[in-house]
């Protein structure tokens, strides 16, 4: 697997990641837990955003490897 | 009237009685907590039991009785939540048998305490050490409550300034097949929530003997058929394990690229994902 391949797949985990937080926000009971899982998930949603930069330059630098 | 008839309708009679007694006097008499309970209950039980079998005797008598013990019971009740003194009184103080770890031989002989009683009454607490009791009570009840030392107290999280998320209760939500709506209110779930949850460990309402839902909105199953398996809630340490290698991952690009920029990128998040793992640790492991 390429490099832009590995990163792709990093940044669906992180999305997948994203996602469990936000649903363990909603269903958690506590406020405190809440919290937590609400502010991490912010965190993580700029780690994606980073992520999706560099896999737009890696496609550009790569063309071969963008996906279609 | 024939003996045995007697006999079934006093001892109706005073099943209610005893019931509605109890009720009144509520959960404090049955615990018996101060003396003043023990004596009544023990009385208001020979009481009924000797108007049961006393033929001979007038039933009446033996009602008026009960009403008497539990009404000045109630009365207690409800003066000694008032006045302080009046309650060192009715219901008995706690005698300090052991203070910064010696044992008050004066307390001992003033409650005529022998030192096997004490070391018995210990024992049933696991302490078998005078030396690791801090401070020991005897409650009013006749039980005894001893404080460890420090060095020979459980450990606790706090202890080892361990940081612990709270933690609601959990609620039952299914029990014998039925769900219990006010508990899945408590929960904040609806029926709908329910039911893909049992969908998706693929589960009818009907086989579940018992479920119930933790604060995180994870739902445990116990079914009728112990021979399916539920799996057990293991969505957080899965998702603990994720983040673990998204952040394996992130140092690795960090390493393998050439690109000055990327490289310090990658490193930045790799260290928010760990900060992420470290605060999300005491939440996702179980």
């Known amino acids: 697997m390429t490099i832009a391949a590995n990163v792709k797949q990093c940044l669906s985990t992180i999305k997948g990641i994203e996602a469990q937080l936000s649903s363990?926000?909603?269903?958690s009971v506590d406020e405190g837990a809440k919290d937590v899982f609400h502010t991490t998930m912010l965190t993580i949603v700029d780690v994606k955003k980073d992520l999706q930069t560099r896999v737009l330059e890696l496609e550009r630098l790569e063309p071969q490897y963008k996906s279609s | 009237m024939v003996d045995w008839v007697?006999?079934?309708?006093?001892s109706f009679v005073f099943l209610a009685l005893l019931f509605f007694i109890t009720k009144i006097l509520g959960k404090k008499q049955i615990s018996e907590l101060s003396f003043f309970e023990y004596v009544s209950g023990i009385t208001i039980g020979s009481v009924a039991g000797e108007a049961i079998t006393g033929l001979e005797k007038n039933m009446f008598h033996g009602m008026l009785a009960i009403a008497i013990f539990g009404l000045v019971t109630l009365f207690a009740d409800i003066i000694t939540l008032k006045s302080k003194s009046l309650r060192d009184m009715v219901e008995g103080r706690a005698t300090v048998f052991?203070?910064?770890?010696?044992?008050?031989?004066?307390?001992?002989?003033?409650?005529?305490?022998?030192?096997d009683e004490l070391s018995s009454l210990l024992r049933q607490k696991d302490i078998f050490r005078f030396a690791d009791v801090e401070f020991a009570v005897l409650e009013p009840r006749g039980t005894i409550s001893a404080l460890l030392k420090r060095e020979n107290r459980p450990l606790t999280p706090k202890d080892l300034n361990m940081k612990m998320p709270a933690e609601k209760e959990p609620q039952t939500i299914i029990m014998d097949g039925s769900i219990m709506d006010e508990a899945l209110r408590s929960a904040g779930k609806s029926r709908g929530w329910l039911s893909t949850e049992l969908e998706k460990l693929e589960v009818t309402l009907d086989n579940v003997f018992l479920g119930q839902v933790d604060s995180y909105?994870?739902?445990?199953l116990d079914l009728y058929d112990d021979?399916?398996?539920?799996?057990?809630?293991?969505?957080?340490?899965?998702?603990l394990a994720t983040l673990k290698k998204t952040q394996a991952d992130l140092e690795i690009f960090s390493l393998e690229t050439e690109d000055v920029q990327?490289?310090?990128?990658y490193k930045k998040n790799a260290k928010i994902v760990q900060q992420?793992?470290?605060?999300?640790?005491?939440?996702?492991?179980?």
Request: glycine fraction near 4%.
């Open chain 2, 227 to 239: 021979k399916i398996q539920v799996p057990s809630p293991s969505q957080r340490p899965l998702l």
């Open chain 2, 276 to 286: 992420a793992i470290d605060k999300l640790t005491p939440y996702l492991s179980n």
């Open chain 1, 24 to 27: 363990l926000a909603l269903n």
């Open chain 2, 98 to 115: 052991i203070k910064d770890g010696k044992v008050l031989e004066e307390n001992l002989k003033k409650e005529k305490y022998t030192i």
């Open chain 2, 262 to 265: 990327a490289k310090e990128m």
């Open chain 2, 6 to 10: 007697d006999v079934l309708v006093r």
């Open chain 2, 217 to 220: 909105g994870e739902l445990t």
